[in-house]
């Protein structure tokens, strides 16, 4: 059975990102539920300009027993000048661009991207997140990416540069060349996105990439931009949009729900602007899209911050330290047995429950809060167990004294984080 991959999709997380405007309706985890009945193999939740929710939306789709797809269809800006005093200059030219990671490292890599693009002070963030040509051009081959809709940059400099009768714009014609050559550059991880809708400047926006495809030799792939769906939810998106008083546009010619196999030829068919074998070729590329794209799980195991190359000489040396002063030292011999053993025993457990690391940031964060002025509490839940947590100055309480059980806090047959409360 013929399917494909859908991966230029939208749901209601990509109203926070679209400005004034307004996306979706459908939630990510009905799109998913529709992929699934459909059996598709695998597909990507592309928000715009947001990879919000990216690990929920992996273990939604992977339940579902098909591939994640990390996808965010961006928001371009050509540039971000300075004026005299040093403040960004903020141009609305909010183009759309389909950035996908390849693999592991480039999830990273985007995601790195898409926190930049939220950056209000330098510049990035004008109305809606955005990156810039020279962050696009700079990202690298664990980057896949396509030409994305009718606000691509492709098409918008492209109508910039040319008129009927020829040329208008040659500074809009040179960077339109330089994008082409950039992506003739890239075309080993390029694809060239034509869409089903009848609106007239997709009808020609896909001629335009036909031939492109052609010169460069970087091949189609059928996006669908997906905002809504079925006609129920398309309808409810209408109302949204008017409610907002926004618009994009003449969208009685764009179908914007989500598409069957069949119906997405069908809809390709209807258009009439693509020889068949053309657009079945686009749509058969976005399984070799999804074939590139390399599957990885999380790392889901305890990360803390680690402050010190040696964390358990560091962790020694700060008990230590906080032996004498808390003047446990000078207890009598058999006193000071009981504080030594507990203190081994405990020192034992954080070692085996790797959370050594944890307890220097601790003690790092408490020691700034009293070297500016901030004193805690004297402790609050189980971490008041802990005599190592008292020696260090993390808590007050001395667990021995006050005869209270170091293994509620931390426990080597119950692995779980330790949590650790103190009221400044």
């Known amino acids: 059975m013929d399917n494909y991959t859908i991966y230029h999709i939208h749901s209601d997380i990509s109203n926070l990102t679209a400005g004034t405007g307004a996306d979706s309706i459908t939630k990510y985890t009905d799109y998913i539920e529709r992929a699934k009945e459909l059996g598709m193999q695998s597909m990507a939740i592309s928000e715009h300009g947001s990879v919000m929710n990216w690990i929920e939306k992996k273990k939604a789709i992977e339940n579902a027993g098909m591939k994640y797809i990390h996808a965010n269809e961006i928001y371009l800006t050509q540039k971000i000048d300075k004026d005299d005093e040093g403040n960004p200059i903020k141009i609305r030219d909010n183009f759309h661009y389909m950035l996908i990671a390849k693999n592991y490292d480039g999830v990273l890599e985007l995601n790195d991207l898409t926190s930049k693009s939220f950056n209000r002070e330098d510049g990035h963030f004008y109305y809606n997140p955005r990156i810039t040509f020279d962050e696009l051009k700079s990202t690298s081959d664990n980057i896949l990416m396509t030409s994305a809709c009718i606000a691509s940059p492709l098409w918008r400099l492209y109508n910039k540069a040319y008129s009927e009768i020829g040329i208008k714009d040659?500074?809009?014609?040179?960077?339109?060349?330089?994008?082409?050559?950039?992506?003739?550059?890239?075309?080993?991880?390029?694809?060239?996105?034509?869409?089903?809708?009848?609106?007239?400047?997709?009808?020609?926006?896909?001629?335009?990439?036909?031939?492109?495809?052609?010169?460069?030799?970087?091949?189609?792939?059928?996006?669908?931009?997906?905002?809504?769906?079925?006609?129920?939810?398309?309808?409810?998106?209408?109302?949204?949009?008017?409610?907002?008083?926004?618009?994009?546009?003449?969208?009685?010619?764009?179908?914007?729900?989500?598409?069957?196999?069949?119906?997405?030829?069908?809809?390709?068919?209807?258009?009439?602007?693509?020889?068949?074998?053309?657009?079945?070729?686009?749509?058969?590329?976005?399984?070799?899209?999804?074939?590139?794209?390399?599957?990885?799980?999380?790392?889901?195991?305890?990360?803390?911050?680690?402050?010190?190359?040696?964390?358990?000489?560091?962790?020694?040396e700060k008990i230590n330290e906080g032996v004498k002063k808390r003047g446990i030292d000078k207890f009598p011999s058999k006193k000071k047995k009981q504080y030594f053993d507990r203190i081994k025993e405990e020192?034992?457990?954080?070692?085996?429950?790797?959370?050594?690391?944890?307890?220097?940031?601790?003690?790092?964060?408490?020691?700034?809060?009293?070297?500016?002025?901030?004193?805690?509490?004297?402790?609050?839940?189980?971490?008041?167990?802990?005599?190592?947590?008292?020696?260090?100055?993390?808590?007050?309480?001395?667990?021995?004294?006050?005869?209270?059980?170091?293994?509620?806090?931390?426990?080597?047959?119950?692995?779980?984080?330790p949590d650790m409360l103190n009221v400044a």
């Open 347 to 417: 020192f034992d457990t954080y070692i085996k429950l790797n959370a050594v690391d944890y307890m220097l940031l601790q003690k790092h964060i408490i020691d700034w809060c009293h070297e500016n002025g901030i004193y805690q509490g004297y402790g609050r839940g189980s971490v008041n167990g802990s005599l190592i947590a008292y020696i260090l100055g993390i808590t007050e309480m001395d667990s021995i004294k006050h005869k209270l059980n170091f293994f509620r806090f931390l426990n080597p047959d119950r692995v779980s984080l």
């Open 170 to 316: 040659r500074e809009a014609l040179r960077e339109f060349d330089d994008l082409l050559n950039w992506m003739g550059d890239n075309k080993h991880r390029m694809f060239f996105e034509v869409q089903y809708h009848n609106h007239p400047q997709q009808k020609k926006f896909n001629q335009m990439l036909l031939r492109l495809s052609k010169e460069l030799n970087i091949p189609l792939i059928a996006g669908t931009d997906t905002h809504a769906l079925n006609r129920e939810h398309a309808q409810a998106r209408k109302l949204f949009l008017k409610a907002k008083d926004a618009t994009y546009g003449d969208e009685d010619s764009f179908d914007l729900t989500f598409k069957s196999y069949e119906e997405l030829v069908r809809m390709f068919e209807e258009q009439g602007v693509l020889p068949r074998h053309i657009y079945l070729e686009a749509i058969h590329n976005t399984n070799v899209m999804a074939d590139m794209v390399e599957e990885f799980k999380l790392d889901k195991t305890p990360k803390y911050p680690k402050l010190y190359d040696n964390p358990i000489e560091v962790f020694k």
